[in-house]
């Protein structure tokens, strides 16, 4: 071999070698930089205002709000007889309340239910209210939680029928 025919062998693995390094080294860099990189970016933007409710305008997307037509729940009240107990007490001296209740339905056909169970509602709210003291009904978290354990008992003894609210008419504490 002649020192030209070395030369040109040595200048052509060079090349090679120099195209072999210079490949792996931008061809990867370049493909995160420029495809993956703005991929992930727009669906990050896309995401954003998805969730955010501002792209809904220009998909034609219809809040709730607009879609539902708003019917009027029928709520329906059955009076409860007026109730008269002895409060518990540590003193000699008797302390009385007496209650009128209102109680709020779901349903018009909740109230067949609720006279056929009446008897046991009405002694489910005299044993409870009996072990009352008068401490125990003073402030608007007394009263909180008489609506809610009167509530408790009443959805229990007519198990069926759904009771949403307890509504006091009338409550005297004497």
Known sequence: MTDQA??????ESS????????A?????KKLILFVAAPLVAIL??????????????????????????VVPKQTV?????????NLSGAGRKASFLKMSISLELESQIDVARLQSV???IIDNFQVYLRELRIEDLRGSAGMYRL??????????????????DVLFKEMLVQ
């Open 118 to 120: 009446m008897p046991r």
């Open 77 to 85: 009240f059955y009076d409860l007889p007026e109730l008269l107990v």
């Open 15 to 22: 090349e090679q070698e120099e195209e072999a390094v210079a």
């Open 147 to 164: 609506r809610e354990e009167l509530l408790l008992r009443v959805n229990a003894s007519a198990a069926p029928a759904k009771i949403v």
């Open 44 to 69: 990050l933007i896309a995401a954003g205002l998805y969730f955010s409710g501002f792209l809904n305008r220009f998909i034609g997307a219809k809040s709730e709000a607009h879609e539902e037509k």
């Open 24 to 28: 792996p080294r931008f061809g990867r």
């Open 6 to 11: 070395i030369a040109d062998d040595l200048a």
